[in-house]
């Protein structure tokens, strides 16, 4: 067959590095930019595979995210816009760590497992973030695509790809399948949401923005002249400049708890910023003594899930709204959530594919990682009641705003994965809305000080986990050593997990004091150090 043998003259052009073996994971593959080239014909390859048997169009995303700059990584997008379903997943794996010579045989295997009519038309939409390596390993993913129908998108976000790969397979119903589409769809929300706020001066307009060097910084710029007379932005780390994701972005921000470099700001002054292809983000100010604070995840999570039940408060609609956590969820936020707001609280396993299936049980599920990656689900019949009540001439006015309310709310949102820029122009919206102040939204709730440390074992495998990852199972003794410890202090809770990476084991503490937290992390860690086979020197006290 001719595109048999135009695989094998492409492959000789992309041969992969004998003993290199990669995983697929939640974020696709990753690692050093000059071990990918291979990677990414393969995958360009599978993405064909996998539009011949969904019919539909798939993206392929080159980006390792909020990694340093010498990395790259690749993932596929399955036709609406959501994450490569896990049977494929297994497939991308073996794909990418088969032999040279046998890569024919394995493309074969596939085909006829999934019974592939190799005769169907193929459309894949290839994006790449900013990266030095991006131009030519997208290029490669071309070369495994092409004469098969492949079409590509060239500089884009990871969110706005999983958006026109869903406006592409539901015919324009989800929305057209341009960028300039997806930035005339949120623009045109936000206005209509930024209108139901009271006079906003320019000081209450202004956001500044770090874009981690990243590919967001270019989209947010492009799309600012669709924002001009309700928003004031100021975008920093915008590529011009500094090296992608060093010493700004969310990952950095969240993790080091401190304001990124290049950014100027004043006290009270509001500010987020995006990871490196921007489908995170996180919020954060400084106070009148120089302090810093930090409203993540958690806290978006809970601003919108409170904003989105008001709503529905008012609309008079019965709908099962719920916020989907993960054990990371800070303990604040759960108790606020489930005994102030009355919402429901779900959790779940670490990771957004976890986190996105839940929320689907739901009318309306909105789901954020402590991380800043999430978003906000419609199930179909609640898009319908909402719809209908907007349109319903015989409501009253305050029921008919909150319809109104909720059908650009939904227009807002990128429903297909965490996306950065909706996220901000969602939250921006909700603030003008409720004439808030970030210290305001800071005031919800007071986080409980946490603590998270790393313990290095010999095999992370001898932990296994149950109930959303908050209990450990084995090895034995563990989980009765760490109920003990947690009695110890106030407000206190820890859970112990296994990397998906690499053998380390991942310790959460929280208690009342972040003394207390401190003690008990490093309590559970000597813990997992000696009964979960620890290597190297035992964990030494934080303080």
Request: proline share 2%.
């Amino acid at each position: 067959m001719a595109h048999f043998e135009e695989v094998s003259k492409q492959s000789d052009l992309h041969p992969k590095p004998a003993g290199l073996v990669l995983q697929y994971g939640t974020a696709g593959f990753r690692t050093s930019a000059n071990k990918l080239d291979h990677i990414m014909f393969r995958m360009g390859l599978l993405a064909t595979l996998r539009s011949k048997k969904t019919k539909a169009t798939i993206g392929v995303m080159v980006t390792a995210s909020h990694n340093p700059e010498e990395d790259n990584g690749v993932k596929l997008i399955d036709p609406m816009g959501e994450m490569l379903t896990s049977s494929w997943e297994d497939y991308a794996t073996q794909l990418a760590n088969t032999k040279q010579d046998e890569l024919l045989t394995t493309l074969k295997d596939i085909i006829k497992k999934e019974a592939i009519d190799m005769s169907r038309e193929a459309n894949v939409f290839v994006g790449k973030d900013t990266r030095s390596s991006s131009a030519s390993l997208s290029q490669a993913v071309l070369d495994g695509v092409k004469a098969l129908g492949g079409h590509n998108y060239g500089l884009v976000t990871t969110p706005q790809l999983h958006y026109m790969v869903c406006c592409q397979n539901t015919q324009g119903k989800y929305g057209e399948a341009t960028v300039e589409g997806y930035y005339r769809k949120l623009s045109q929300a936000f206005s209509q949401l930024a209108k139901n706020a009271s006079n906003r001066t320019d000081d209450q307009k202004h956001l500044s923005v770090d874009g981690a060097n990243g590919i967001g910084a270019i989209k947010v710029r492009e799309m600012e002249s669709h924002l001009k007379k309700h928003m004031q932005l100021s975008v920093f780390n915008d590529g011009s400049r500094g090296k992608l994701n060093h010493k700004c972005g969310a990952d950095f921000v969240k993790v080091q708890q401190e304001l990124p470099t290049g950014i100027k700001i004043n006290p009270g002054d509001r500010c987020c910023s995006f990871d490196g292809d921007a489908d995170r983000i996180v919020y954060y100010y400084t106070d009148s003594q120089g302090d810093f604070h930090l409203l993540d995840g958690d806290k978006i999570a809970t601003l919108i899930s409170t904003f989105l039940k008001e709503l529905l408060n008012e609309a008079g609609l019965d709908l099962k709204i719920a916020v989907v956590q993960t054990a990371y969820a800070n303990g604040s936020s759960t108790h606020y959530l489930e005994k102030t707001m009355k919402v429901i609280v779900k959790c779940t396993k670490t990771g957004v594919k976890h986190l996105h299936h839940a929320a689907q049980e739901f009318d309306i599920g909105v789901y954020f990682e402590a991380n800043g990656h999430g978003t906000v689900l419609f199930s179909d019949g609640a898009e319908e009641k909402i719809q209908q009540l907007a349109n319903d001439a015989n409501i009253n006015d305050e029921r008919k705003k909150a319809a109104f309310l909720l059908q650009n709310t939904i227009n807002i949102i990128n429903q297909t994965v965490g996306d950065a820029i909706s996220d901000m122009l969602l939250i921006e919206a909700i603030l003008a809305i409720k004439g808030m102040t970030v210290q305001q939204w800071d005031a919800i709730y007071s986080d409980l000080p946490n603590r998270q440390l790393k313990v290095k074992v010999s095999d992370r495998r001898v932990i296994d986990t149950t109930d959303a990852e908050r209990r450990a199972v084995t090895p034995a003794g563990l989980q009765e050593a760490i109920d003990d410890l947690v009695k110890k202090y106030q407000k206190a809770r820890s859970f112990v997990r296994p990397s998906g990476t690499e053998d380390v084991v991942r310790v959460y503490a929280e208690a009342d004091t972040q003394e207390s937290a401190d003690a008990l992390a490093h309590e559970v860690s000597l813990a997992v150090y000696g009964l979960a086979g620890g290597v190297g020197d035992e964990p030494k006290p934080l303080h």
